[in-house]
């Protein structure tokens, strides 16, 4: 479990990079690898809880502050993932204004009145 847990916080830090550098093709890679290691410590949680894997108070001990980090990792890494999101939106909003901002729209046709005489 121990391993396991560090092989995460490890990949935790790797995203935190990641995100930092804006690498999403590698990032995607990396929460697929993420992914693999959940399902593997949810199957040892698993065979821990039926008693077929005993943890000592030893590995206890040491699983304690990789766990704590793991959860300060993601929450620093969640913080960056929606300041990115929030960067991409403000930018899709600079390119795509809303199509009041430059047209007319039908309301101008409706408050005046156009005429064709000279």
Do not use: C
Not at 30 to 47: C, S, W, Y
Not at 55 to 75: G, I, S, W, Y
Not at 81 to 100: F, G, K, T, V
Not at 103 to 109: K, R, S, W
């Amino acid at each position: 479990m121990l391993t396991l847990h560090t092989r995460l916080l490890e990949l935790a830090y790797a995203k935190e990079q990641l995100l930092i550098k804006g690498d999403m093709p590698a990032f995607s890679a990396l929460v697929k690898e993420e992914a693999t290691i959940v399902r593997q410590i949810g199957q040892k949680e698993t065979e821990r809880l039926q008693g077929l894997l005993v943890l000592d108070d030893e590995e206890k001990e040491a699983l304690r502050p990789v766990l704590f980090e793991l959860k300060r990792q993601n929450e620093l890494n969640a913080t960056l993932l929606e300041q990115s999101l929030r960067y991409i939106n403000w930018h899709l909003d600079m390119l795509m204004p809303e199509a009041d901002d430059f047209t007319y729209g039908q309301q101008a046709f409706e408050t005046r009145s156009f005429s064709r005489d000279v």
